[in-house]
């Protein structure tokens, strides 16, 4: 089964820009869906960007035209490039793979990004 690893969290201003990456390993994303999630203190665990094995990645409304999300197949990395970062923003990120065959999610550990001045 895949492992997740993310990094690239952090505390930065308003304003502000991070790049988050997720690691995989222990097999390819070549078949999962891959995907980014948040989840605030007290809130639900939301998705913010859904990234298919092909065709158009889909964005939660909330981080439309400031938040790209990609990925890299052959560095099994999928990235969240952020931009314009606002307070709201602040939450633990997930990545998220699901299998395209067993239909199995796994999850990483979660990087904290907190939007402050």
């Known amino acids: 089964q895949v492992q997740l690893v993310e990094s690239g969290g952090g505390l930065v201003q308003p304003g502000g820009s991070l790049n988050l990456s997720c690691a995989a390993s222990g097999g390819s994303i070549i078949i999962y869906s891959m995907g980014w999630y948040r989840q605030a203190p007290g809130k639900e665990r939301e998705l913010v960007a859904n990234?298919?094995?092909?065709?158009?990645?889909n964005y939660a409304d909330f981080v439309k035209g400031r938040f790209t999300a990609s990925r890299d197949n052959a560095k099994n990395t999928v990235y969240l490039q952020m931009n314009s970062l606002k307070p709201e923003d602040t939450a633990v990120y997930y990545c998220?793979?699901?299998?395209?065959?067993?239909?199995?999610?796994?999850w990483g550990q979660g990087t904290q990004v907190t939007i402050s001045s």
């Open positions: 990234i298919p094995r092909a065709g158009v990645i």
């Open positions: 998220n793979a699901e299998s395209i065959i067993t239909r199995n999610n796994y």
